[in-house]
């Protein structure tokens, strides 16, 4: 295979919505399998996962998506706002992905695992650059009516069964 026919994507997940997401729905995700599964199908060479904060009470989570291959990222919060605020990662991810344009890294297209809307502007900006990769989705529930526009090619649902057969944690 020549260097032209290789590909390397990024994916960037927002942790709290994946996990309720999937939740929701009775079910959770292996990380391990979940990982697999990005890397061998859209070709993710690069996964990011955004958590809201650090918490030693956590550190087998922490440490079980290290080991599955991810490279966590932690939104830090007052110890005062801890446990009232969801994970707030939205903005950490958009400056994430913009500053792997603007220092012209090398990457051919950016896959975002969430359903949350304040992504969107991104995605739209991605596009225009071809940079997109596609929005999973944990749910159909978790989709942003704004994504609606973006066509069935550029999402897909983790819940679908022949994802979630793949991903799927079983104990």
Do not use: C
Not at 10 to 19: P, V, W
Not at 27 to 47: G, M
Not at 58 to 78: M, N, P, T, V, W
């Amino acid at each position: 295979m020549n260097e032209k026919e290789e590909v390397s994507n990024i994916a960037f997940i927002d942790g709290q919505n994946l996990h309720m997401g999937t939740k929701d729905l009775g079910w959770s995700v292996d990380y391990k399998k979940l990982r697999t599964y990005l890397r061998d199908k859209y070709h993710i060479t690069e996964a990011y996962y955004f958590l809201g904060y650090v918490s030693e009470e956590e550190q087998d989570l922490y440490d079980s998506l290290q080991k599955a291959g991810f490279i966590l990222s932690f939104r830090e919060h007052s110890s005062a706002l801890k446990g009232k605020k969801k994970g707030d990662v939205d903005s950490d991810i958009v400056f994430s992905a913009m500053k792997k344009l603007v220092e012209n890294e090398p990457f051919d297209k950016i896959f975002i695992v969430s359903g949350d809307g304040d992504y969107m502007k991104l995605v739209d900006f991605l596009m225009k650059k071809k940079r997109f990769g596609k929005m999973l989705f944990p749910n159909k529930e978790f989709a942003s009516s704004l994504y609606k526009k973006l066509g069935g090619e550029h999402f897909d649902y983790l819940e679908n069964p022949d994802i979630k057969s793949k991903i799927s944690y079983h104990k």
